[in-house]
């Protein structure tokens, strides 16, 4: 059975350059008391006489939704023992706080790095945002919590290396997600300019002719977006056309004469066409 997919946002602390904030809206503390009601209805409906064990909580920032552990409890008096959270990792930092999720199922944390030391704090906007997360990775190693790092490949962590504690983890890197409100001059990098160590592990991207693709992690990948990401199995009251927005990818017109377009070529936003246009593609 597949992992259900949940929507808990509470505010998120940092202020990352290129975040597409598709939660943001309703979000404020005022109206957590509304969405916890009703987020347990959909949840109730949803489920109705199946049975689930695992579910993946996302959101702008689910473990500071002021109802977190009464939310934790609910999930677990369904049944629902196996917790995945998508998560800065900063409450993390707080060997209690770590402690208390463990016991109620946390099995695994999907953090963001975007670089050692003052680069991640540059990129969330946050002073000592690497210092916690450094701190949260010891207490959930600890504790038997089970992490797995993203990046985001943006002008201001080019060229992408990783060093200290995080240089040994396996890093999938997603570019950064299309949102109308963004704007892309401010760290967008062109496919072309990203180094070998990227090149195969960016999501959304699979540009063949850039040698841009998944091949390598495609397994990792697949089961990524079939267990979690991709599912159909999303709750939350809100109306979010995630997938709707994801859609939306473009040639240049230099590829009218290669064979890949669409086809095994996904394409790229109309915003990188537009500030980047399309002379690093070559048809194949
Ligand atoms: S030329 Fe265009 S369609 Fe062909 S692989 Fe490159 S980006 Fe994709």
Request: charged letters at 25%; hydrophobic letters at 35%.
């Amino acid at each position: 059975m597949l992992p259900i997919v949940i929507n808990l946002s509470g505010d998120c602390t940092q202020k990352c350059i290129f975040c597409h904030g598709y939660f943001k809206e309703g979000m404020n503390k005022d109206n957590h008391s509304w969405y916890f009601n009703e987020i347990k209805k959909k949840i109730l409906v949803f489920i109705g006489r199946k049975s689930f064990t695992e579910c993946m909580l996302i959101g702008n920032e689910p473990t500071n939704f002021t109802y977190f552990f009464e939310f934790l409890e609910f999930l677990n008096n369904l049944g629902i023992k196996d917790i995945y959270i998508q998560t800065t990792g900063e409450r993390f930092s707080d060997y209690d706080f770590a402690k208390k999720c463990y016991d109620l199922g946390v099995k695994g944390l999907y953090i963001p790095i975007y670089g050692d030391d003052e680069i991640h704090d540059k990129v969330t906007g946050k002073d000592g945002a690497y210092f916690k997360l450094k701190q949260a990775i010891e207490n959930i190693s600890k504790i038997g919590i089970k992490y797995y790092f993203h990046t985001i490949l943006i002008k201001q962590n080019y060229p992408f290396s990783f060093e200290g504690v995080f240089k040994k983890s396996r890093i999938i890197a997603h570019y950064p997600y299309k949102d109308n409100k963004l704007d892309y001059k401010l760290f967008s990098i062109k496919l072309s300019d990203i180094n070998e160590y990227d090149k195969n592990n960016i999501l959304p991207f699979r540009i063949p002719c850039l040698k841009i693709g998944m091949s390598k992690l495609d397994k990792i990948l697949i089961n990524y977006s079939k267990g979690h990401i991709g599912n159909k199995i999303k709750i939350s009251p809100y109306k979010i056309e995630i997938e709707k927005q994801n859609k939306i990818f473009y040639y240049g017109k230099k590829c009218d004469s290669c064979a890949y377009k669409n086809n095994l070529c996904t394409g790229v936003y109309k915003e990188y066409l537009d500030l980047h246009g399309d002379n690093e593609f070559n048809p194949i």
